[in-house]
């Protein structure tokens, strides 16, 4: 931004005056100023609230304080970090700003830039951040793809689209056991709790866990928190590990990754196979625990079949729901679908699709998508070594729901900057950060992802963000 000059109030009131300079009557350049009381002044408001998102129209930002001001011309007030043309009406600083769309701002007025009291006490520092974003594209549909949602379910849909475009919710991934520790340790990083916290059933099978104990969910929701639950779906291997329930021989990613399975999703579609008998099985076994978190009141933001394409660009599915094709896992979907909300009646489910994201490859991520009247919330996971906002993700995410459907930013391991998403139009209805385990860090003042607890904190403290502690009651 082109560097000015500060002009000092005195002056400002007379050239809106129209005073001339007179050799012999200073008063007419420079008034009486009433006294005020002994005391550092501060600042009271602004015309900009912090965490707003505006228009590239605004010209000026005014910012009030409780007693008359006038500038240090010594002490620079800066816009993103360049020095910005101020001038001073009475109790006012007003600060002139050229503004583009796209682009996240920090307006920084120093310690000492601000005079108080005819020169005797100087105002304390003040900072706000804003965006300027261009108008959202997206039309949501603002009901829930269930008919039978339950109020709870519905009124979590309602506040997403009310913040869409205006603050992302933050989230933390709980650590394979059911365990709030990564969130804990997010708290403990940043001084705000996350607002949803997610949980895996990747060890439904295992008895080593006791899934039917909901009291995390139930607490979270307590508090004001969103429960979301996901599924590395472990499948066995062939019949003989199934009927000997060998969890050993169970697995999720197709053969040749970590935690292998041979599991056919085309014979699960089958009835009468053994196959289909096992995931009708599964399936029932996690319905029994969202039944209880619905028993509870507690809506789920439920996160199935996650990353099914795998990578695009070298055809490579990484988990056997989507080894054999993008028809055959929209079909699982479908059937789990119709298996959850008809024949168990689980009407506190707000479905997240999660769609693979390459710069190339967005007819290929919109082909695998089951349809709008199947999902409710879009999810992207992004694992980029880069803070970046991400919003060619976003917008292909969006488009492949003809912008009917929420996005959100459903796993993520660096931490994007929520500013630059707003202003950027990359409206991630929330971010879930993935679990590091805190015990197993190198660097306790480092997340597994290269998330300082310093970064973490500013993301977590942003206007644009919102944790649990802001979060109303949606009972």
């Not at 050229?98 to 310690?111: F, I, S």
């Not at 699982?332 to 024949?343: A, E, I, S, T």
């Not at 919003?391 to 796993?411: D, H, Q």
């Not at 206007?463 to 009972?475: A, C, G």
Request: charge should be negative; aromatic fraction near 12%; hydrophobic fraction near 45%.
């Amino acid at each position: 931004m082109k560097q000015y000059k500060y002009i000092a109030a005195a002056a400002v009131l007379a050239l809106s005056m129209g005073f001339t300079a007179c050799d012999d009557d200073d008063d007419l350049i420079f008034p009486e100023v009433p006294e005020t009381p002994t005391g550092a002044v501060k600042a009271v408001g602004a015309s900009v609230e912090s965490g707003a998102v505006i228009s590239a129209d605004v010209t000026e930002i005014s910012i009030a304080y409780d007693g008359l001001i006038s500038l240090n011309s010594a002490v620079h007030i800066t816009l993103n970090g360049s020095a910005a043309y101020a001038s001073i009406w009475e109790k006012t600083l007003i600060v002139y700003v050229a503004l583009e769309p796209g682009k996240a701002y920090t307006l920084d007025v120093p310690a000492g830039a601000v005079i108080g009291n005819k020169g005797n006490s100087y105002a304390e520092a003040y900072s706000l951040q804003f965006a300027v974003a261009d108008p959202s594209a997206a039309d949501y549909i603002p009901s829930l793809s269930n008919a039978n949602a339950t109020a709870q379910a519905q009124n979590v849909f309602n506040f997403l689209i009310e913040q869409s475009g205006k603050r992302i919710l933050s989230g933390a991934m709980a650590n394979v056991n059911l365990n709030n520790d990564f969130a804990n340790w997010v708290y403990g990083a940043s001084y705000a709790y996350p607002a949803m916290t997610c949980y895996d059933f990747i060890h439904i099978n295992a008895d080593w866990i006791d899934y039917s104990d909901v009291s995390l969910g139930i607490g979270q929701w307590k508090n004001n928190g969103l429960v979301g639950y996901m599924w590395h779906w472990a499948a066995p291997t062939d019949e003989a590990a199934y009927r000997a329930g060998d969890l050993d021989r169970y697995g999720f990613n197709v053969p040749g990754g970590d935690n292998p399975s041979e599991f056919d999703i085309r014979e699960a579609l089958k009835e009468g196979t053994w196959q289909h008998e096992f995931i009708m099985a599964d399936i029932d076994r996690v319905a029994a625990v969202l039944k209880k978190l619905q028993d509870a009141g507690v809506p789920v933001i439920w996160r199935p079949l996650h990353e099914a394409a795998g990578s695009y660009q070298y055809n490579n599915p990484w988990f056997w729901w989507g080894r054999h094709g993008e028809e055959a896992t929209k079909d699982l979907w479908k059937l789990m679908y119709d298996r959850l909300v008809n024949h168990h009646g689980l009407n506190n489910l707000i479905w997240v699709w999660t769609a693979q994201y390459a710069e190339g490859y967005e007819a290929q991520m919109a082909g695998g998508y089951p349809g709008n009247e199947y999902v409710d919330i879009v999810g992207v996971d992004m694992y980029e070594n880069t803070n970046d906002a991400q919003p060619a993700a976003y917008a292909a995410a969006l488009a492949m729901t003809e912008g009917k459907r929420m996005v959100a930013l459903s796993e993520t391991g660096r931490l994007q900057m929520p500013a630059d998403c707003i202003a950027q139009g990359a409206n991630w209805a929330w971010f879930m950060l993935w679990y590091s385990n805190p015990a197993t860090l190198e660097n306790p003042d480092m997340d597994g992802f290269g998330n300082t607890k310093a970064l973490i904190r500013e993301v977590m403290q942003s206007p644009f963000v919102i944790n649990r502690e802001q979060m109303p009651s949606l009972k």
